[in-house]
């Protein structure tokens, strides 16, 4: 594992900081019960915009080293630098430990005829899996443990449950397969990814019982007394495992309330969101073989291939279908061999010995890999290197077998094995170190992406927060034009260009108006409210008799559904424009969107606007409907507000005292009404009231 040494003085990168700095479960800052109904960013994972990743064991591993580093190292100056050090230590320990695991178990399931021939060919695989540069992304990315962590309880879980096969009978096997049934679930647990396995479980464990299945079936067949008794010990392993499968898709719909993810976008995961079902299939092959292309030769890597770094394949004239159908072909072709072989060669000949090591590395292969395939549900992401570590488990194994086979045919050739091995674990290793600077830090994860995929909406959207960090304004445009360019929909953008408004120009109309429209982006909305706040909290006190700014953001808390904020800033900036300026129209405009929010307790904002609007009145003239509107507005006053009463009722006094004999008859119900009020309420304390407005 010394080609990861220089992994360790890495960063927190990309999703480190989601995952596990901001995370509250994983710090140990939220109580421990809550990482068991949280996913794997730290939200409610019953909620539609979770992302459904229920990791709780892998959440746990880094709530365990956050508090083996607060035990050890209480305040030490350097005390972040040794947090990482030992998050990424963890990693690379827990990668050591899975290749180990990948010797001793090709070791255990290869011949054991040719034990010497067994340990180098294991060794073989182990060695590849150890230096595979596919797995710098799992292992030096911190966020990427649930990869390793699920790959050592999975591969642990096949090694118990190997044994409960092996003894056969179902009670003498018990421990064994409860033991893998432990495993498979903390594996689980760890990355839901690992569910399939359950199967490659099951139909290792029929192969390997297929004489004795086959010998039952045929002594149960007319005319035929004598055959093997029934495989139960099969039968009930598979049983245990159908349960578990069952148990866990129940509990799953139970606390995700959804199985898969709802809020990805075209941006990370475009074959998802083709309109047409050719593009879509035809896409998928491509990328499968793009995924079988980096395990065979990883080279370029990228910390991401989202939009529009593989672009759709659209029609069957693309020359790049060849790769997809050649894969699958291959495939099948395998598959139909295996098949054949396995059931029509005796047990324990070169045949069935050759077919079943094959088997065993296509059902790693195949199967951990299927979740995240795009094939079975569409995810939230459309390529990524991590995704690839435990199917990687298959391909060492089918290399192992490979070179075993091969030793077995002509023993002389080991030399010549092992020399090939050497060489392209020198060539892995070499890239593995190299790969590993690029996740150092963020600059140089997404500058190696951007060479890989200049074409990356979301890669230079990244590159553009990076270079606004630095204070690089020209920078950050120009990638933020390239993501505009690349996809017009991301709507992520516009929180940028505001803050971009904000700090580079100073410009707060215009960083205002992308605010806005940050506001409509689900992914940015909190953001854009916060920055919101920030320029008009900076704007009111640079200028403080300026109450549009007020009025301004009422409307932003309005249409955000916050009513009680915006009824009290409406209510701010309708007596600021009579007080401060005398705009009695102004006034009136914000105490009329203070009223229409129907607050429970908007009787001042009633006072207020019933008090200009009587300034608007010409009682030399009829207006009967104006005097009824503000006759409204404080008889809303007196009748629910004890603290406001004799303001309106002042008010209201003061407007019936000016009607003429005409209006007199026409609201005759109010004179009497305030006749009777005035008797039980001192105006006579108005003026010595502190709190005394309007009149």
Not at 116 to 127: D, K, T
Not at 514 to 540: D, M, P, R, S, W
Not at 584 to 610: G, N
Request: positive net charge; glycine residues 4%.
């Amino acid at each position: 594992m010394a080609i990861y040494y220089n992994s360790i003085e890495g960063q927190f990168c990309y999703d480190d900081h989601f995952a596990i700095k901001n995370n509250k479960d994983a710090t140990g800052e939220a109580p421990f019960w809550d990482l068991w109904s949280n996913d794997f960013w730290g939200q409610d994972i019953s909620k539609a915009d979770s992302h459904k990743s229920y990791r709780p064991i892998t959440v746990l591993s880094f709530r365990l080293n956050y508090w083996l580093h607060r035990t050890l190292f209480d305040h030490p100056s350097d005390g972040h630098r040794r947090l990482l050090i030992q998050l990424h230590a963890t990693n690379v320990l827990m990668h050591a430990i899975v290749s180990c695991q990948i010797y001793f178990v090709c070791q255990r399931f290869f011949s054991v005829k040719t034990e010497n021939l067994c340990r180098l060919a294991s060794f073989v695989g182990a060695i590849i899996f150890a230096a595979h540069p596919i797995h710098t992304e799992a292992v030096s990315g911190l966020v990427g443990r649930a990869e390793p962590l699920s790959a050592l309880f999975s591969i642990s879980a096949f090694q118990f449950f190997q044994a409960a096969s092996e003894h056969g009978a179902f009670a003498t096997g018990i421990w064994q397969l409860l033991g893998s049934v432990t495993l498979l679930i903390l594996s689980i647990l760890s990355k839901e990814t690992s569910f399939p396995i359950i199967v490659a479980f099951v139909i290792w464990d029929v192969i390997q019982h297929l004489d004795s299945a086959h010998k039952w079936i045929v002594g149960r067949l007319p005319g035929r007394r004598l055959g093997s008794p029934l495989p139960t010990g099969l039968l009930k392993r598979i049983f245990c495992m159908v349960t578990l499968a069952a148990a866990y898709l129940v509990f799953r719909r139970v606390i995700t309330v959804h199985f898969t993810v709802m809020n990805y976008r075209r941006v990370e995961n475009p074959i998802a969101f083709a309109p047409q079902r050719l593009t879509r299939v035809l896409s998928m092959l491509h990328l499968h073989a793009r995924y079988a292309w980096l395990l065979i030769f990883p080279h370029p890597l990228s910390a991401d291939y989202s939009f529009n770094c593989l672009p759709l394949i659209e029609s069957l004239s693309d020359y790049r279908n060849v790769f997809g159908f050649a894969l699958y072909g291959a495939l099948l072709i395998v598959c139909v061999l295996l098949g054949k072989n396995i059931l029509s060669s005796s047990p324990g000949t070169n045949a069935s010995i050759a077919s079943r090591r094959v088997a065993f590395g296509v059902l790693w292969l195949v199967f951990p890999f299927l979740p995240t395939s795009n094939a079975l549900v569409w995810v939230g992401t459309m390529l990524a290197e991590r995704l690839l570590y435990l199917p990687s488990v298959g391909l060492c194994i089918l290399v192992a077998a490979g070179a075993q086979t091969m030793m077995e045919h002509n023993p002389k050739s080991s030399l010549r094995i092992l020399s090939i091995c050497a060489l392209v674990c020198a060539i892995f290793s070499a890239k593995t170190m190299e790969r590993n600077q690029d996740w150092v830090d963020e600059r140089r994860l997404f500058d190696s992406a951007e060479r890989v995929c200049p074409d990356s909406a979301k890669v230079h959207y990244n590159q553009g927060i990076m270079a606004m960090d630095r204070k690089n304004f020209t920078q950050a445009r120009f990638h933020f034009r390239r993501t505009r360019e690349i996809e017009p929909m991301h709507c992520e953008l516009d929180l940028q260009y505001g803050i971009l408004a904000w700090e580079d120009k100073k410009d707060p109309n215009e960083a205002v108006k992308y605010f806005k429209l940050a506001l409509g982006c689900i992914y940015t909305k909190v953001k854009a409210v916060e920055n919101l706040h920030t320029i008009y909290q900076a704007l009111t006190q640079i200028f403080p008799d300026n109450f549009f700014y007020v009025e301004q953001w009422a409307d932003i808390l309005r249409s955000l559904d916050r009513e009680d904020d915006a009824y009290h800033h409406y209510v701010q900036c309708g007596i600021g424009f009579e007080q401060k300026h005398q705009r009695t129209s102004d006034s009136i405009r914000c105490f009329e969107q203070a009223v229409a929010l129907k607050h429970e307790k908007a009787y001042l904002a009633h006072l207020w606007l019933a008090t200009n609007k009587e300034k608007k009145i010409n009682f030399a003239k009829t207006e009967n409907d104006a005097i009824a509107e503000v006759l409204t507005h404080f008889w809303t006053v007196i009748s629910h507000s004890e603290k406001y009463r004799p303001y309106a009722l002042s008010g209201a006094v003061g407007i019936l005292s000016k009607l003429n004999q005409e209006q007199r008859s026409t609201f005759a119900a109010y004179i009497h009404q305030a006749s009777e009020l005035i008797k039980e309420v001192d105006l006579s304390t108005l003026q010595r009231d502190p709190d005394f407005v309007g009149r």
